[in-house]
């Protein structure tokens, strides 16, 4: 089945400990990418990716780190969270071009 | 850069009427159109999308309208039932180096049993 693994689903921490979450597609997109959503503001990039080894910054991306080391897998890292990353994340693959964006189920990140 | 601009932000409609959201958007070289739905607690879920050599698509319920000289596009529900009830997006589609899609804030769409 097609589709893009995250992980974990949820987590609570607290500030300043290191956390990745993982993000994994099994469609071989080129494109992938990380979002935070929170209400009212709906869906902000953080960082994306066109292939591997090339990465860059979306939107929102300061407190945040990715790699594209295999062209499956995109973790997002935060180094020392804060609080204010305290947010719902998801993490989404798509070929390049005009193509659908496929989503995984999201994580749900506290930070304490 | 890209802007998307939708509306209303939120809807609520009688079960069995219609309901329509709309997008604007700022970039002229934008080629694609998917809408999305997301229900609570889930991910958002491709529902329908166009290109910019369409003008409309339909599939049952739901259809896209895409004007490209206003450069807005709209979602169209039919007949709504409760389980549409989540919230909408929309996004807009550059290629080229920035190969990138934009969202709209959302439309939280409630249909009244």
């Known amino acids: 089945e097609a589709q893009v693994t995250q992980n974990p689903r949820y987590l609570i921490t607290v500030t300043g400990k290191k956390l990745t979450v993982t993000c994994s597609q099994n469609?071989?997109?080129?494109?992938m990418s990380w979002y935070r959503q929170d209400p009212g503001l709906g869906l902000r990039q953080i960082y994306y990716s066109m292939n591997v080894e090339v990465t860059d910054k979306g939107d929102v991306p300061e407190g945040y780190k990715v790699s594209r080391k295999e062209k499956r897998n995109f973790p997002l890292i935060l180094e020392s969270p804060s609080p204010n990353q305290t947010s719902l994340y998801f993490c989404?693959?798509?070929?390049?071009?005009?193509?659908?964006?496929?989503f995984g189920d999201g994580t749900r990140l506290s930070i304490l | 850069g890209e802007n998307v601009e939708q509306h209303p932000s939120t809807l609520s409609v009688q079960e069995g009427d219609s309901a329509v959201i709309k997008c604007t958007y700022s970039d002229s070289a934008s080629n694609y159109f998917p809408w999305y739905k997301q229900e609570l607690g889930k991910r958002p879920q491709l529902i329908i999308d166009?290109?910019?050599?369409?003008g409309e698509k339909k599939d049952q319920r739901i259809a896209v309208t895409l004007n490209k000289t206003a450069k807005h596009f709209s979602l169209h529900i039919t007949e709504t039932q409760p389980e549409d009830s989540a919230v909408y997006f929309c996004?807009?589609?550059?290629?080229?180096?920035?190969?990138?899609?934009?969202f709209g804030t959302g439309t939280l769409l409630a249909v009244q049993p």
């Open positions: 166009i290109r910019s050599n369409v």
């Open positions: 989404a693959s798509r070929p390049i071009g005009n193509q659908p964006q496929h």
């Open positions: 996004a807009a589609f550059r290629g080229g180096a920035t190969n990138k899609l934009i």
């Open positions: 469609m071989n997109h080129e494109y």
